[in-house]
């Protein structure tokens, strides 16, 4: 049976506001969880310009998307949010007493008084390689991410892209692998110099196998993958035995489930006030890139702004009876000491 797990607000998506959202919410007392598809957080400036500078952030002249998450991640660190990383919403339904009931597609079911939807552009969700019939092999022999490491433990793996994704796992499981193969069309990688450098020296090691070419199509039957049929460069066709393949091909943003929760949407975005941030349902947030209206900037700047709002519209739902005082943290002793710095 999965354990009940219950909370005042759910933050769907761990982009730079959703981590914001629980600074804010968390300054009024309210506990988080977050649920995000990928395995960090960190949303679009960690997954799609790590190493950009940013320029319009308030205080910073200049930080890069993944400094900004880091710096994020160490203001909510007094907080304690629980992250569930590598799980999408799936389910987002009323429950009968009031509050939420949001269930993910591993099975996570979690009771929440209040909901906020941070999730940006949508859902990353990986890019499928144009080879035929591959439906018939994923989730069975062929994944886009990795959530137990364990499942490619003494099998003939085959990795296929060029990019951080790709080098970082070849790295991570070659000690697991029985035998492990890297495929990319030629011979110039995306991935971080280093990656590449120690993927180079497991080859030379004669622990790991490098091929050039394009995967063509998939030899096996009843989803159990035995081969990959490959066509190098010279246009060759040539096969690799493998039992798991994980094409790494990059990611696309999709609204995803987010259709499915009955709010009303205009062009695939949440319409809200500007006074709570709230959705066509009460109790129901959206904030960041997902959310519409007038004069709307899709800005990090603005998604913090609507955080703040956000969290005093919440904390009224989630304890009516509760008053609450405007508080500067630089003058507050409570804030502070809710921050942990007094
Ligand atoms: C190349 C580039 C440069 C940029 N430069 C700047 C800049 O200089 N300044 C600036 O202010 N902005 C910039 N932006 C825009 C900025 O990144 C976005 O405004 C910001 O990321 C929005 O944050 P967010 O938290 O709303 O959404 P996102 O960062 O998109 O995060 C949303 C998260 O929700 C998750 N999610 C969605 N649906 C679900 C679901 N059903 N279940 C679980 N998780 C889900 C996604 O996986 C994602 O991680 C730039 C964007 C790009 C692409």
Redesign the pocket.
């Known amino acids: 049976m999965t354990e009940k797990i219950e909370t005042d607000a759910v933050v769907?998506?761990?982009?730079?506001?959703?981590?914001f959202a629980v600074f804010e919410l968390g300054l009024l007392d309210l506990s988080c969880h977050l649920?995000?598809?990928?395995d960090r957080?960190?949303?679009?400036?960690?997954?799609?310009?790590p190493e950009?500078p940013?320029?319009?952030?308030p205080g910073y002249p200049v930080i890069n998307?993944q400094e900004l998450v880091d710096k994020l991640m160490e203001q909510i660190k007094p907080f304690n949010p629980v992250f569930h990383l590598g799980?999408?919403?799936?389910t987002l339904e009323n429950r009968v007493d009031g509050g939420f009931v949001i269930g993910?597609d591993v099975g996570t079911v979690i009771h929440a008084k209040v909901v906020v939807i941070?999730?940006?552009?949508?859902?990353?969700q990986p890019k499928r390689p144009p080879v035929p019939g591959i439906e018939a092999y994923e989730g069975k022999s062929v994944f886009y991410s990795v959530r137990r490491m364990e499942e490619f433990r003494d099998q003939d793996l085959l990795i296929v892209g060029g990019g951080d994704s790709a080098l970082d796992w070849t790295l991570n499981l070659q000690p697991l692998a029985k035998s492990l193969t890297l495929l990319h069309r030629r011979d110039a990688f995306r991935a971080a110099p280093d990656s590449v450098n120690k993927m180079r020296a497991l080859v030379e090691a004669g622990n790991m196998h490098l091929r050039f070419g394009q995967v063509t199509s998939l030899k096996g039957a009843d989803g159990k993958l035995s081969a990959a049929v490959v066509k190098d460069e010279k246009g060759v066709e040539t096969e690799i035995a493998c039992t798991r393949m994980l094409p790494f091909f990059g990611l696309t943003?999709k609204?995803?489930?987010?259709a499915n929760w009955g709010l009303n949407l205009d062009e695939n975005l949440i319409p809200v006030d500007t006074e709570k941030f709230e959705s066509s349902h009460p109790g129901i947030f959206a904030?960041?890139?997902?959310n519409s209206y007038p004069g709307k900037l899709?800005?990090?700047?603005?998604?913090f702004h609507e955080a703040a709002l956000m969290a005093q519209a919440a904390v009224h739902l989630a304890y009516p009876e509760r008053k609450i005082v405007f508080q500067y943290t630089t003058s507050s002793s409570s804030l502070q000491k809710k921050l942990g710095v007094i």
């Open positions: 769907i998506g761990a982009g730079p506001v959703g981590l649920i995000d598809i990928l957080p960190g949303g679009q400036c960690a997954e799609l310009y950009k940013i320029y319009d952030i998307g799980q999408m919403v799936e993910t941070a999730a940006g552009g949508g859902s990353f943003m609204l995803g489930p987010v904030i960041g890139d997902i899709k800005l990090i700047l603005s998604g």
